[in-house]
């Protein structure tokens, strides 16, 4: 598959959050051409592993749930569904979205926006996501057969290219960084790693990493990298702390990380004409690699980031470039031990 059908597939998983369960039958329909299939624990995570009794083992890992919307309540008067976040869902652009729940059938929706011509001294202001609902257009006596508080719902948009290499859709975080893990393992299957390397596609990230964790524990590699998402220079954000979209790997240096790591990264990519950046992080990264490091006895992790735009919105934006670039660091990375 190529990287766009990768990325076109693994976007329109419905993984909220808790409940990533739909996403295994994706991953592997995508890694059918490398000869795997994942194995899922009881968090979620989703494990393939390449070259299984190869030494030393490396992790490499990316996050497959998404943000979305938790079901609080149904109203009894008017069937809406009031909802709460699941994970880092930005509520300016929360009103008048389309989506989908996630109930005992899936049923399409929107979340309700309240005309200008009615909003009031206040209507300026962003209302915060318990205080919104969604429309899926039945009474409450059908609509309570369907949907539970519990359930789950997210926005729903088209994924769509950009020019010739650029793609946009929902949840490029952190599809793309599963794209990455992805395409590594079909050049580490063509090279033939000495490593044992296990691609972890890991849940529960958007909401504080458990998923990682608990995966990380698990793995007895002693080396590990976490692929995710950056920020890609726009109007708007910070010149300093983002890189420009086509610029290869974003390469993680920050205190929680051993520099070990982080040089290998950086002279992996410089001998192989990989393109990147350096991605400095003051404190902790923001990203599973901060679970994954401490785990059981700690593990030598780096970070790599895809840059793109737009994130935690409907129209995140990227560089198929670029995550072909981090596929490739990942895999000489591994290549390398």
Known sequence: MTTKDILRTLCSVPSVSGNEEAAGAALDECLKDVGLKTETDALGNFTAVLNPGGSPGIMLEAHMDKIGFIITCVDEKTGFLKIDRAGGVDPRICPAQRVCVFGKKTLPGVIISTPPHLAKDDGDKVKPVNELAIDCGLPYGEIKELVVPGDRAMITAPFFEMGETKVCSPYLDDSAGAAALIKAAEILKEKGPRA????????????????????????????????????????????????????????GASPVLQRQMTDLLKKTAAENGIPYTIEVLGRSTGTDADDIVVSKSGKITGLVSIPIRNMHTPVETADVADIDNVARLLAQAALSL
């Open 196 to 251: 044992r390397v296990e691609l972890v596609f890991s849940s529960r990230e958007e909401v504080g990493g458990m998923g990682a964790e608990t995966a990380a524990f698990s793995s007895d590699a002693p080396y590990a990298i976490a692929v995710d998402v950056s920020f890609a220079a726009a109007p708007g954000v910070d010149e300093e702390g983002s890189a420009q979209m086509g610029s290869g790997a974003m390469i």
